[in-house]
């Protein structure tokens, strides 16, 4: 059974860093797209930044040269390193992840394209 597990939110002020992980388990396939996305309230959820298990990797204009994210040597758990943070920031972070297939162009941004979500974690900035 696939599982993916968000950690690392927490409450910083502007200009403060986080550090997200989600680790996944379960999965045997070793081509997959893993995504993070937020959601803010009263908004729509948003993809933030996509990786592909051949390296590709997209980050949303928004958070672009502020966030950074990266997969540890077992190739189980991405990290979103999240510098400069902005109020606009504020959101409820998912981890999602698609196996057996990588981030095709045209739908790595769309919720549907992923199979498996975790269940997020807050990060609120102050200002």
């Known amino acids: 059974q696939v599982q993916l597990v968000e950690s690392g939110g927490g409450s910083v002020q502007a200009g403060g860093s986080l550090r997200l992980s989600c680790a996944a388990s379960?999965?045997?396939?070793?081509?997959?797209?893993m995504s993070w996305f937020r959601q803010a309230p009263g908004k729509k959820r948003e993809g933030v930044v996509t990786?592909?298990?051949?390296?590709?990797?997209l980050y949303a204009n928004s958070v672009k040269g502020r966030f950074t994210i990266s997969q540890d040597n077992a190739k189980n758990t991405l990290h979103l390193q999240m510098n400069n943070l902005e109020p606009e920031d504020t959101a409820m972070y998912y981890c999602?992840?698609?196996?057996?297939?990588?981030?095709?162009?045209?739908?790595?941004?769309?919720?549907?394209?992923?199979?498996?979500w975790g269940q997020g974690t807050q990060v609120t900035v102050s200002s």
């Open positions: 990786f592909d298990s051949d390296g590709t990797i």
């Open positions: 379960g999965y045997t396939s070793s081509t997959y797209c």
């Open positions: 999602a992840a698609r196996f057996g297939a990588f981030c095709a162009y045209g739908v790595r941004w769309l919720e549907s394209y992923y199979t498996y």
